[in-house]
């Protein structure tokens, strides 16, 4: 089974700064990679799918990119609604088993 | 309104049993696979089941095999998972969620629903 490490777990940063979230799969995941950000109270929300494909509705100043076994998740320029849980997510291919990394917690500085 | 909407938990003792259920609407239900999707209290994401658009294909987390079991009723539009023999450690949210077709991702989750097991 596919691992996902993400780092790091806790990211400490200020409004209007840049967020890097790593996302290191145990083995390669080709594109197949997803990323959500989940708020206090609330369900998870998917914002990229494929590596980097922002999903409907999900601003710009997030993006995607990697392949293979590591990945990144970036927020150009931190507003107040970004601060969350952010979770990367994969499936692998037979048996299907989804699989989530453990979160980074993106918190105000 | 597309949205998925969890019921049925609540509080159980160990070692019985919950049905939960998802509703789906706004959106064509059986052309889906849908998944049941769980997290402990300040824990992470866990992946319990999937059921392909038509309930042929089941699968889930060797974790979860034997005690629990997924199913899903189109013409109702409603996602079920049958619980048994619960555990102190099965306490949590336990969200349904959308397979996006052909992506490997969850593009639609519902509210959750609080499965709490204590004596």
């Known amino acids: 089974e596919i691992v996902l490490t993400q780092s790091p777990a806790t990211l400490s940063l200020s409004p209007g700064e840049r967020a890097t979230l790593s996302c290191r799969a145990s083995q390669s995941v080709r594109r197949y990679l997803a990323w959500y950000q989940q708020k206090p109270g609330q369900a998870p929300r998917l914002l990229i799918y494929?590596?980097?494909n922002r999903a409907t509705g999900i601003p710009a100043r997030f993006s995607g990119s990697g392949s293979g076994t590591d990945f990144t998740l970036s927020i150009s320029s931190l507003e107040p609604e970004d601060f969350a849980v952010y979770y990367c997510q994969q499936r692998s291919n037979w048996p299907p088993v989804w699989v989530f990394g453990g979160g980074t917690k993106v918190e105000i500085k | 309104q597309v949205q998925l909407v969890e019921s049925g938990g609540g509080l159980v003792k160990p070692g019985g049993s919950l049905r939960l259920s998802c509703a789906a609407s706004?959106?064509?239900?059986?052309?889906?696979?849908m998944s049941w999707i769980r997290q402990a209290p300040g824990k992470g994401l866990e992946w319990l089941s999937s059921?392909?658009?038509?309930?042929?294909?089941?699968y889930y987390a060797d974790s979860m095999k034997g005690r629990f079991t997924i199913s899903r009723d189109n013409a109702k539009s409603a996602l079920y998972v049958q619980m048994n023999s619960l555990r102190v450690e099965d306490t949590a949210v336990y969200y349904c969620?959308?397979?996006?077709?052909?992506?490997?991702?969850?593009?639609?989750w519902g509210q959750g629903t609080m499965v709490t097991v204590s004596s």
């Open positions: 494929d590596a980097s």
């Open positions: 706004g959106f064509a239900f059986s052309d889906y696979y």
């Open positions: 969620a959308r397979e996006m077709s052909i992506r490997l991702a969850f593009d639609m």
């Open positions: 059921i392909s658009s038509s309930g042929s294909n089941i």
